[in-house]
C-alpha cells in the first residue's frame, strides 16, 4: 500500500479484535497523520483525581517487580498531581532520546501508527477511562499508554527499538506479515519480562499499567515464562481478554534488539512454514526442550 495515500485518506476511527462497541474518541479533529491537540480543557477534576489515584497504586506496586529502566524513568511524567501536559513531557523525552509523545483521538490505523514510531513520535491517547473503569479498561487511555510506555522511551537502547519496530511495520505492511509482527509488539512492548540479577522483572506496558497483571505476571505460579525466540514467539497466538497465559522473557533490551535488527523477510517466510507444517502455538503452551522460568 502506498503510504503517503494511506495517511491521507482522511481519518476514521478503528476497531481491532471483535469489540461489538465501536472505539471511543472523537477522530473529527484529528489530523491527517491521526494526530491531535492534547484536549487538556477537556479534563475534569474528577479525571486528575482518578488519574492521581491510578499513578499512586501503580507506584507502589513497582519495586520488586518493575524493571529498574522503569523505576528510574517513571517520575519524567512529571508531578503526579494532574494529568500530565504532553508537551513537558516531550521537551525531556527529546532532550533524553530524541522522541516526542503526540496526542491521538484513540487507536489508530497500523500504518499511522508505525510511520509515528519510525519518526520518533509515540501517540498517546488523551482521554481518560471512566471512574467505573478503574481496575479494567478495554482500549488504552491515557494513563496506560502515558503510564506504561512513556518512561522505557528514556531509556536509549528501547527507544531505538521502538523506532526499528515502527520501520519494521511499514516494511511488514508490505509484506502482509503484520499479523506476525503484531506478535511481537504484544510479547515485549506489551506483555514482555526481563531476567534480571535480582530475579524477573516486567518492562511491558501492558502489564506496568495493570493494577494486578503486574505481580501476576512476574510472581504467580499460573503462567509460563518462556525464553524469548523470535520465531517461536510469532508462532504464538495471544489473549486479549485475560491476564496472559505465556510471557517471553528477554535477557537484556540489548539482546532484544540485536535479535530483532535483522530483516524479517526470512523470518516471516520460515515463521510461515513452520505454521503451515506444525501449526500456531496456544498462549500457554511449552514445547519440548524449551528454557522457561519459574
Ligand atoms: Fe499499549
Redo the contacts with the bound molecule.
Keep these: 500500500m502506498n503510504l503517503d495515500k494511506a495517511l491521507n485518506q482522511g481519518v476514521a476511527p478503528v476497531t481491532y479484535g471483535t469489540g461489538e462497541r465501536p472505539p471511543r474518541g472523537d477522530y473529527a479533529r484529528a489530523r491527517a497523520d491521526y494526530t491531535c491537540e492534547q484536549d487538556y480543557a477537556q479534563y475534569t477534576e474528577a479525571d486528575h483525581d482518578t488519574y492521581r489515584r491510578l499513578y499512586a497504586r501503580q507506584m507502589q506496586q513497582l519495586p520488586g517487580l518493575a524493571c529498574d529502566e522503569f523505576i528510574d524513568a517513571v517520575r519524567q511524567l512529571g508531578e503526579p498531581g494532574h494529568i500530565p501536559h504532553f508537551d513537558d513531557i516531550s521537551e525531556r523525552l527529546l532532550k533524553a532520546t530524541g522522541w516526542q509523545v503526540v496526542s491521538v483521538p484513540g487507536l489508530i490505523p497500523e500504518e499511522a501508527f508505525f510511520a509515528l514510531l519510525a519518526a520518533r513520535r509515540f501517540p498517546v491517547t488523551d482521554w481518560l477511562r471512566k471512574p467505573e473503569e478503574f481496575d479494567y479498561i478495554v482500549e488504552?487511555d491515557v494513563f496506560?499508554?502515558l503510564f506504561?510506555?512513556v518512561p522505557l522511551l528514556f531509556n536509549p537502547i528501547f527507544a531505538d527499538y521502538m523506532q526499528a519496530y515502527g520501520a519494521g511495520g511499514l516494511k511488514a505492511s508490505r509484506l502482509d506479515a503484520c499479523e506476525l509482527l503484531a506478535r511481537l509488539y504484544w510479547y515485549t512492548?506489551?506483555f514482555g519480562l526481563i531476567a534480571t540479577p535480582a530475579g524477573l522483572r516486567a518492562y511491558g506496558?501492558?502489564i506496568l499499567?495493570s493494577a494486578g497483571e503486574l505481580r501476576h505476571s512476574v510472581t504467580s505460579a499460573a503462567p509460563k515464562r518462556i525464553a524469548f525466540d523470535l520465531q517461536r514467539l510469532m508462532r504464538t497466538k495471544y489473549k486479549i481478554d485475560s491476564y496472559q497465559a505465556s510471557y517471553f522473557v528477554i535477557e537484556s533490551f540489548d539482546r532484544l534488539f540485536e535479535a530483532t535488527a535483522p530483516d524479517f523477510t526470512p523470518v516471516y517466510r520460515a515463521v510461515r512454514e513452520r505454521i503451515a507444517g506444525d501449526g500456531e502455538v496456544e498462549a500457554g503452551a511449552v514445547l519440548s526442550g524449551e528454557r522457561t522460568f519459574s
Excluded: F, K, T
Design positions: 488504552p496506560h499508554d506504561g510506555h512492548v506489551e506496558a501492558g499499567s
